[in-house]
């Protein structure tokens, strides 16, 4: 079975590109440290939602396991607040979707339809020869987590958020870890030179 990491991007810049943010510094330094730990597991493949953080993420993680960054929409949010809507509305249907998985919202996925075709790529990329890293966001992770095992196994704090670069880890469609952020924290890590924000 091909062995893969979903990774939840890093902290998001909010007060920049407020539909689609990049990261902020500590963003940028959850990225590297994720990346230095990935490429220690033999990462062959990393791949990514299109959104701007999610792909500054894995430029970060893939320079560090030495591959290129493939991107997948199959990959993105469930919903992404794009200012078509006004925020207030857009938790609206987001708190919708979360507790109603067959909600479909008016712009996005229900939580049902983001969980299936998270698991649709899974299943393609089963026969990978080596771990797959995948970028991705919380939403949608844990609307795979309900998918795969149903909604009392997913950790209720989780419903509400997943932590910056959190790695949740399945054996296939098996899930052995949830949001895991010890490699974040297992060492001290120095960041080398100034942060530098990656171009749009």
């Known amino acids: 079975m091909t062995i893969f990491y979903l990774v939840q991007h890093g902290e998001k810049d909010r007060s920049r590109f407020p539909g689609d943010p990049g ?20 990462v062959v493949a990393v791949y990514s939602s299109p959104l701007r953080r999610a792909m500054q993420t894995a430029e970060l993680i893939a320079s560090a396991c030495g591959v290129n960054v493939r991107t997948d929409p199959r990959l993105r949010e469930r919903m992404n607040w794009d200012g078509s809507l006004p925020w207030p509305e857009f938790l609206v249907e987001w708190d919708r979707t979360v507790t109603d998985r067959d909600y479909t919202p008016s712009s996005g996925d229900s939580s049902r339809q983001a969980g299936e075709r998270l698991a649709d790529f899974l299943v393609e990329h089963q026969g990978c020869r080596g771990p797959v890293a995948m970028v991705v966001h919380g939403g949608v992770t844990v609307d795979l987590l309900r998918t795969l095992l149903g909604d009392a196994a997913v950790p209720a704090e989780l419903l509400s958020g997943v932590p910056s670069c959190a790695i949740t880890k399945l054996d296939g469609l098996e899930v052995t870890e949830i949001a895991s952020v ?5 060492r001290p890590w120095s960041r080398p030179g100034p942060f530098q924000a990656h171009p749009e």
């Open 23 to 42: 990261l902020t510094e500590a963003g940028w330094w959850q990225g590297v440290r994720t990346g230095a730990w990935l490429r220690t597991t033999g």
């Open 182 to 186: 010890t490699h974040l924290t297992s």
